[in-house]
């Protein structure tokens, strides 16, 4: 009986983890291919398939327009197939599209021009961004934000803050240069430049001096219950100086601090990417399904809205991904389309061909490499 509560319950292995996964994952890839499909019909460009997950199908219908709707087997992701796309990664194909008829070739994605494809491809991860957005901003509208002021209270012993000559009651202006209002703009700056030296501002007795600190690694658990490792310099915040009170937000401020945080959550994911790349992040900080799933049971387990907030962090992740310009990503598709805007012709099938090959190669690699950190850790 104890297995099969831990299988079947609420808080098991199906209902606890499964399908609040498949939940997020079916809601951020249902955009992201929403978005393809209504810039695409709006196009004008003909649908044949719309499809959430890959491989065989499960469940479907056809539409009047004659598209398939369906639900595959494979949930990892989704597809739009455009009329005359030889594949779900809409790569192209010359010999099907001579095999159109005239009237699919007016509808087929390759037969449209440039900009029509270009705007196609591009509102996918749009899409994926305006979520975001739009989740950010009903939260904010909903219950506002609780903020800090950016003083220091205390200086830990031997962190890089004491030894740069931070003291109590500093506040803080700038980090390398970004402007700062709150203690969590400090946090947000700091925490993605362990081993960066920064240059702090700092309002000490009504004038401004500058302090450099290097942040160091330190790990600690996030509100999911994760261990993470992020940068920090050592100062601490309390209830006195930091007076921390609630923003309210109408719809229209809400908006834009919708906008502006999920701008910034894009600036710090290619930051990381950056430092990834240049092998200054941990590898165990990246995660795969197995991840995700996890954390999607994590955030079940604490109610409803640390789903959707999971839904707009992991929905601006995918948007960003997609838009590397690797194909068959949607930025590799956006890369030959400005290529061919500029030479003013299509690139050539086998230099296309050839790139499509390679960024799969890549691809794979990069979902290799998140399921070995899922199964075998770190």
Not at 251 to 269: D, H, M, N, S, Y
Not at 344 to 368: C, D, H, N
Request: hydrophobic share 45%; with cysteine; charged share 20%.
């Amino acid at each position: 009986m104890d297995f099969l509560t831990g299988i079947f319950g609420s808080g098991g292995l199906i209902l606890g983890t499964l399908v609040p996964f498949l939940l997020v994952l079916a809601v951020v890839v249902f955009v992201h291919e929403m978005g393809h499909y209504l810039v695409g019909r709006w196009c004008g460009i003909g649908v044949e398939a719309f499809s959430i997950g890959f491989g065989p199908e499960i469940f479907g219908f056809n539409d009047r327009r004659g598209t398939r709707w369906k639900i595959s087997a494979v949930p990892l992701g989704g597809y739009v197939k455009f009329v005359g796309d030889m594949s779900v990664t809409s790569e192209p194909d010359a010999e099907a599209t001579a095999q159109l008829t005239e009237e699919q070739r007016r509808v087929a994605f390759h037969t449209q021009p440039v900009w029509k494809r270009a705007a196609t491809v591009a509102a996918g991860p749009i899409f994926n961004f305006l979520l975001t957005i739009a989740v950010f901003a009903v939260m904010f509208t909903a219950y506002g934000r609780f903020v800090s002021e950016p003083t220091v209270a205390e200086i830990r012993p031997d962190s890089p803050a004491a030894e740069a000559g931070f003291e109590p009651g500093d506040r803080f202006v700038t980090v390398n240069g970004t402007r700062i209002s709150t203690f969590g703009d400090v946090q947000r700056v700091v925490s993605a430049r362990a081993g960066d030296e920064l240059s702090f501002v700092m309002l000490r007795d009504g004038s401004e001096i500058e302090l450099r600190a290097t942040p160091e690694l330190s790990e600690q658990t996030d509100a999911l219950g994760n261990t993470i490792r992020i940068g920090i310099i050592g100062v601490v915040n309390n209830e006195e100086l930091g007076q921390p009170r609630q923003i309210v937000y109408g719809p229209v401020e809400a908006l834009g601090a919708a906008v502006t945080e999920t701008g910034q959550i894009i600036a710090r994911t290619g930051h990381f990417l950056q430092r990834f790349v240049a092998g200054r992040e941990d590898r165990c900080q990246l995660g795969g399904p197995v991840r995700i799933a996890e954390m999607s049971g994590q955030a079940a387990s604490l109610g409803p809205m640390w789903l959707v907030q999971l839904i707009a962090l992991l929905s601006v992740g995918i948007g960003f991904l997609n838009l590397l310009p690797i194909p068959p990503l949607d930025g590799g598709h956006l890369v030959f389309y400005a290529a061919e805007a500029v030479r003013g012709r299509p690139v050539s099938e086998r230099v296309m061909e050839g790139f499509y090959k390679v960024g799969m190669l890549a691809v794979l690699g990069f979902m290799a490499f998140v399921f070995w950190n899922d199964i075998f850790g770190c």
